[in-house]
């Protein structure tokens, strides 16, 4: 081997030192590793990469939402299946078509659902034991006081009770926003059960109690109920009444006609929905299980 060759070896930081090198013995080219040389050359780190700017956030417009959020809060649907419908193309937006998801609209944009016009705002449904002295009519004179005020604080919602209660009345009220509701326990042929309490100036003659239960004609018009009773452990004056009418004014005609004075009537109990544990003058929120119930009542 040359001079020059050996002093390329001993070179620190030879290329060659601290790789692999042929051997020259018997046994064949096998490479042989050699333990690197301190004085080696260091690898260089890895530049780190530049870190990726964000984009600033653009802010959001608070009169608008998600059309998938509409419709969910409309109560069509969840938002997943809201975004199915979207994609398929049966929501419309001010009568536009729209497919596209994440599309952004206004509170006041008309939106349809599978031809159904729809509004954003969550259901929701609460039930009062009304107290004594509070109307339900909307046109009272100002200070009297109204239903709506025991459940102003309840929800932001717009809040209507189902039915009218005059103020003497008693006893459960439904509210909600959800239009559907409304209108199916307040027209004349609804299937839905009402138990009212009525208390009367005097015993109640059994011959009357027999009178009401196989119909009473009223002003023209034949009432029917479905049940009435004595109320147990009570006295003969204390009657319960099961009619599928949410006008209590029916109710008090009943006994007036046969010539009995009302003088308290409590509703008990109104589509399924009871009053059982709520103090008078409190509210409380449906249960999942009691709006689907009442939904099907």
């Known amino acids: 081997m040359s001079r020059h060759q050996d002093n390329d070896k001993s070179r620190p930081g030879s290329a060659r030192q601290g790789g692999y090198k042929k051997s020259s013995n018997s046994r064949g080219n096998a490479p042989v590793r050699k333990a690197p040389s301190k ?19 653009r802010p959001s417009n608070p009169d608008e939402i998600r059309l998938n959020r509409y419709i969910s809060n409309s ?23 729209i497919t596209e998801m994440g599309y952004r609209v206004k509170l006041t944009d008309t939106v349809q659902f599978d031809g159904v016009t729809i509004t954003p705002e969550k ?4 039930v009062l034991n009304k107290p004594k002295n509070f109307s339900t009519a909307g046109d009272d004179a100002p200070g009297s006081a109204n239903v709506l005020d025991l459940v102003r604080n309840a929800s932001k919602a717009n809040l209507l009770p189902v039915g009218r209660m005059d103020k003497t009345t008693t006893g459960l009220l ?16 609804q299937r839905s059960s009402k138990v009212y309490q009525v208390s009367l100036d005097k015993n109640l003659k059994f011959e009357d109690l027999e009178r009401v239960q196989k119909g009473l004609i009223i002003d023209d018009h ?16 204390e009657i319960g009444i099961k009619m599928k009418t949410s006008n209590v004014k029916v109710v008090r005609k009943i006994f007036e006609h046969l010539k009995y004075d009302v003088l308290k009537v409590d509703r008990v109990t109104f589509a399924g ?25």
């Open 39 to 57: 004085f080696a050359a260091k690898p260089e780190a890895p530049k780190e990469a530049p870190k990726a700017t964000k984009s600033p956030k």
């Open 75 to 97: 109560g069509m649907c969840s938002r997943r299946d809201a975004d199915i419908y979207i994609q398929s193309g049966n929501v419309k937006v001010n009568g536009v078509v």
């Open 123 to 126: 259901k929701e449904y609460i």
């Open 174 to 189: 439904l509210f909600t926003n959800d239009t559907k509701i409304v209108q199916k326990f307040t027209v004349p042929n």
């Open 222 to 237: 034949k009432v029917f109920v479905e049940e009435i009773t004595y109320i147990e452990d009570q006295p003969k004056s």
């Open 273 to 297: 929905l009871t009053k059982k544990n709520l103090p008078r003058g409190d509210w409380r929120f449906l249960t999942e299980q009691e709006i689907i119930n009442l939904k099907n009542a």
